[in-house]
């Protein structure tokens, strides 16, 4: 059971370049979300989504984009990169999104230069 | 808005009980409180998550009394391995987020 995929794992970009961080899971779980990390501080959730076709922002959604096409992917665009947006990203799923607990893949560490 | 409050960091030593608290006043009737543990490079893992008096599972006990506007997370017997970032959730606001705030540093000691 692999759980929740994140790839890549480490990337630079360079500002302005545009990358996709994907996201997938095998635990047929309806509710999927990304966050991104700050050195020193808590998460911040960037989209999330409720099921295939239904995605909503979270705190800190600009110069971000998502789509939910299947059950078990969730991509993450960047659609113009700065470097305020270097971080480390994580992508989260669970059965249901307040009622259960959450399982967060292992990170995508971006740095934009 | 049911923001959590917690302390930025504790010390304890191996084998003690520690017992992270949590206040959320604005906390609303029917949600739950959940709690996370993150270790340096890795993403947040679930401990364990509850809605009222006392809930336990393989790896801690969570404490919520009546009233609700707080909880205690409980780890038995710590040891050095459980040196973590320990963070309270409930949702929040009028979109329901689920934020994680700053968290707690547990430190353990030999």
């Known amino acids: 059971n692999a759980g929740v995929t994140q790839t890549p794992k480490f990337q630079v970009l360079k500002t302005g370049q545009s990358m996709t961080l994907q996201c997938a899971q095998d635990?047929?779980?309806?509710?999927m979300s990304w966050y991104r990390q700050d050195p020193g501080m808590g998460l911040r959730l960037i989209h999330y989504?409720?099921?295939?076709?239904?995605?909503d922002q979270g705190e800190v959604p600009n110069g971000y984009n998502v789509s939910r096409s299947t059950t078990e992917d969730f991509p993450l665009r960047l659609l113009s990169a700065a470097p305020s947006q270097t971080s480390v990203y994580f992508c989260?799923?669970?059965?249901?999104?307040?009622?259960?607990?959450?399982?967060f893949g292992s990170g995508t560490r971006l740095t934009v230069v | 808005l049911a923001k959590t409050t917690q302390p930025i960091s504790m010390d304890s030593y191996e084998g003690q009980e520690v017992n992270i608290t949590c206040s959320h006043n604005?906390?609303?009737?029917?949600?739950?409180i959940t709690w996370y543990q993150q270790f340096p490079s890795q993403g947040p893992r679930f401990i364990i998550q509850?809605?009222?008096t006392k809930v336990t599972n393989e790896v801690a006990s969570l404490f919520i009394p009546a009233d609700r506007k707080s909880s205690t997370l409980s780890l038995p017997r710590v040891s050095l391995s459980d040196t973590a970032v320990y963070y309270c959730?409930?949702?929040?606001?009028?979109?329901?987020?689920?934020?994680f705030g700053s968290g707690t540093q547990l430190t353990v000691l030999p």
């Open positions: 989260a799923s669970s059965r249901d999104r307040f009622n259960y607990g959450y399982t």
């Open positions: 509850g809605y009222k």
């Open positions: 989504s409720v099921g295939a076709g239904i995605t």
């Open positions: 604005n906390i609303a009737t029917n949600d739950y």
């Open positions: 635990m047929n779980h309806e509710y």
């Open positions: 959730l409930v949702p929040s606001g009028s979109a329901r987020q689920l934020t």
